[in-house]
């Protein structure tokens, strides 16, 4: 009778530790980095921007902006980053299928979901480290622009293809 109780708790214990899950998330200093690059890449192009970074729960990590940028750029920039890890999309790509299928055309109606280029997951090594949300940059591929060239800049993130 003790070794099929012993293999019993060997085996709960098992399956207790299998079903947690060891996640990576983004750091306050990845994500001043990725604020830093992003403001950089637009004011390169002469563009002002708010660049918000979340963590893979949705927590605001960092939020910058440039100088002279409306003040609902702040809101909309989060609502991307936050759109982008919601829905596990790059923001650009959902707001142009949720334009030609009917069946997404809901989504424009959630209100936290902002349907505009500028927000992108972040990844590292292929799993979700929080995401990126950039407004004010003259436009939806502006915006997402600039987003792009702040995850390039840091190698440890996965790229994200044009």
Do not use: F
Request: glycine share 10%; proline share 4%; net charge positive.
């Amino acid at each position: 009778m003790k070794p099929l109780l012993l293999a019993s708790i060997v085996l709960a214990a098992s399956t207790a530790h299998a079903q947690l899950l060891g996640a990576a998330d983004i750091s306050s200093a990845a994500a001043r980095k990725l604020g830093d690059a992003a403001l950089a890449a637009c004011q390169a192009q002469g563009r002002q921007i708010v660049v918000t970074v979340l963590d893979r729960g949705g927590n605001i990590v960092s939020v910058q902006r440039a100088d002279s940028v409306g003040p609902h750029n702040t809101e909309a920039s989060r609502r991307k980053a936050y759109t982008a890890l919601s829905t596990k999309s790059d923001t650009w790509a959902l707001a142009n299928a949720a334009r030609n299928n009917p069946d997404m055309q809901n989504l424009a109606s959630m209100p936290e979901l902002l349907l505009l280029g500028g927000g992108l997951q972040l990844k590292a090594h292929g799993q979700v480290v929080g995401a990126i949300g950039v407004a004010g940059g003259g436009g939806a591929l502006p915006d997402r622009a600039c987003a792009m060239a702040a995850i390039a800049a840091l190698p440890d993130l996965d790229t994200v293809n044009p």
